[in-house]
């Protein structure tokens, strides 16, 4: 059984305390959350791994990870995150429980406190960032923003994101861009960071066996030096309801690849995760088109007609899009096309068998269930809530997807609009 607590710390800065002796370990996260930008996402994205690298009192890693080792081995990681149009970075801790340590030893103090220690004392050189440490994590950070070609499935949905939001902000990677992050200095870095602690929105999570009071205490001393602001501006995040143009925007790239991808997105009509009546049917929607292995898309495109490798679909709850992902070959993308579109015109006229219905709503219920038992995706519903604005857990919303009826599921659908297609061929097709 777990209980959890939400309240201000301060103003913007949101605490959310999930209590629960199932654990072995603790998690805590600080998250600075801001409006997603192209201009700044690249330095927002570096501040977290530059402040892992070393802290005022723990000036390298070296001496950073023999601070960890005294807390029974805990780990601090930097982490950036995309949810809707708001850019989320912070660290992410992980320590051993109180309930686990010897002697009675108290580790979530401290912890909170060295957690507190690498957000808001870096260390500096000349009034700034590390000159070191900025080149290093820079030069990190575009290693992995130039990877991300070599995985074609998640480029061919990147790319479609690009193209299908070009002039929204939902189009700016979580990691911003090369160019942009090749052109941050340790003062600019600086500057951003200083920004981001004065505007930015703060999650601080908690999962643990303490008392959310204690909790609270550890973690306000900890973040004590966060700059008291009235400034702290809530993300906001457009959602369009349907497609920019009257037939839906085709774009082509060529590379050198073996196998096709075919991405596809859809407007939602403007259902998204603030639909409190509606959004559990276009969660039910999504799942039955394409979330599981039971799918639509999974069974009759892949499975039946051959015509994918894979196929699938995501729904961003915050932006109010539907994205498919597919694999085909070169000359198979306007049957695959035809009838990824099939299979969504069979769920608006509401042709859903039972088994479909009553098993996409015991999957989706399942693995949410299963966040419970999982305290890194449970960290990560509670920023999802938090970057949204809502304070629905995940056994209400387990409750909402029991009542979700066949008539509403196709009714989501009906409301779906085929915005932009995205396809990846090879240099020869």
């Not at 103003?11 to 999930?18: D, K, L, N, S």
């Not at 209590?19 to 998690?27: I, R």
């Not at 998250?31 to 927002?44: I, K, V």
Request: charged share 25%; proline share 3%; glycine share 8%.
């Amino acid at each position: 059984m777990q209980t959890v607590t939400q309240k201000d710390l301060w103003p913007g800065v949101h605490f959310t305390a999930v209590h629960t002796t199932k654990f072995k370990s603790s998690v805590m996260s600080v998250t600075l959350m801001t409006q997603l930008d192209r201009e700044t996402a690249g330095a927002n994205a570096l501040v977290p791994c530059v402040l892992r690298r070393g802290t005022a009192d723990h000036p390298d890693m070296e001496s950073l990870s023999a601070a960890l080792d005294e807390l029974y081995g805990g780990s601090i990681e930097p982490v950036v995150r995309k949810k809707g149009e708001t850019q989320c970075v912070g660290l992410v801790s992980s320590f051993l429980d109180d309930a686990y340590a010897l002697n009675g030893e108290r580790i979530l103090e401290p912890a909170a406190a060295l957690l507190g220690e690498v957000l808001l004392r870096p260390y500096t050189a000349d009034g700034a960032f590390c000159p070191d440490y900025t080149a290093g994590e820079r030069a990190n950070l575009i290693d992995r923003i130039r990877g991300q070609i070599n995985d074609k499935r998640v480029y061919a949905t990147k790319r479609l994101i690009q193209e299908m939001c070009r002039d929204e902000r939902f189009g700016t990677d979580k990691l911003g861009d090369e160019e942009t992050v090749a052109a941050v200095t340790p003062q600019s870095l600086w500057a951003r960071y200083q920004e981001l602690l004065r505007t930015a929105e703060v999650h601080v999570y908690y999962c643990g066996s303490a008392e959310p009071e204690r909790a609270e205490a550890a973690l306000r001393s900890a973040l004590a030096a966060l700059p008291v602001s009235g400034d702290r501006e809530e993300p906001g995040c457009e959602i369009r309801c349907g497609a920019a143009f009257d037939e839906p925007r085709v774009v082509e790239e060529s590379l050198d690849v073996s196998q096709g991808k075919l991405a596809m997105g859809f407007r939602t009509g403007g259902q998204s995760c603030w639909d409190g009546k509606d959004y559990p049917a276009l969660v039910m929607m999504n799942t039955i088109f394409g979330g599981t292995a039971l799918s639509k898309l999974f069974l009759n495109v892949r499975e039946k007609l051959s015509l994918c490798y894979y196929a699938s679909s995501a729904l961003e709850k915050m932006k109010g899009i539907v994205l498919v992902s597919s694999g085909i070959e070169f000359d198979k993308y306007e049957t695959a096309r035809d009838e990824i579109l099939a299979q969504l015109e069979a769920i608006r006229r509401g042709e859903i068998e039972d088994w479909e219905l009553e098993g996409a709503r015991r999957i989706l219920i399942g693995g949410h269930l299963t966040a419970l038992d999982d305290q890194g995706r449970q960290e990560e519903f509670w920023l999802g809530q938090a970057a949204a604005g809502l304070s629905t857990t995940v056994e209400e919303l387990c409750a909402q997807f029991e009542h979700v009826t066949r008539e509403q599921v196709a009714a989501a659908a009906q409301r779906l609009e085929l915005d932009t297609i995205y396809f990846l061929k090879g240099k020869e097709a």
